[in-house]
């Protein structure tokens, strides 16, 4: 059975959304601290319709990875695939920091599900990277994973 799923959030992001807003809101007290934001809009290699967002943040002259979306993505379930979409936040932390052009950030609930996205922001404002992520979805779905998906984004 093929379908579509929308993400439910999870503690995990619920509280990562939760610090997400009380450092954004903390982030509006000290405009000098913060940089404009850029955002690259992309899609999943090999998925017609396909979608993967990625946002950026710079604080205190730093960059981080702030939130990803994406949308059509393949996902393999205990009931057969299924097909989802959502959005995940990353609060700033030494783990959404961007290195050198890179970025590898995992959140994991502490139940085995778990989102992770790595990429590098290329030149000319091309990101490559992957994605993969185990999710327990409530009944027939179960449990869903993407396996390892690649990405490709340009920034806007």
């Not at 903390?26 to 017609?48: D, R």
């Not at 783990?95 to 052009?101: A, I, L, N, W, Y």
Request: charged share 25%.
């Amino acid at each position: 059975m093929i379908g579509r799923v929308r993400r439910a959030p999870t503690d995990a992001r619920l509280i990562s959304t939760l610090v997400a807003v009380l450092v954004a809101g903390g982030l509006l007290l000290a405009p000098a601290a913060t940089a404009a934001a850029s955002t690259y809009h992309g899609h999943i290699k090999g998925v017609p319709g396909g979608r993967f967002d990625l946002r950026f943040s710079r604080i205190g002259g730093r960059l981080f990875l702030n939130a990803i979306e994406d949308a059509n993505t393949p996902v393999d379930c205990d009931n057969g695939p299924t097909i989802l979409e959502g959005n995940m936040q990353f609060p700033p932390t030494s783990e959404s920091r961007v290195r050198r052009g890179a970025f590898d950030v995992r959140q994991d609930n502490g139940n085995g599900d778990f989102q992770h996205v790595a990429g590098e922001l290329e030149r000319r404002g091309k990101a490559v990277g992957t994605f993969k992520e185990r999710i327990t979805l409530g009944p027939p779905q179960g449990v869903c994973t993407t396996g390892k998906l690649e990405w490709v984004a340009k920034k806007l």
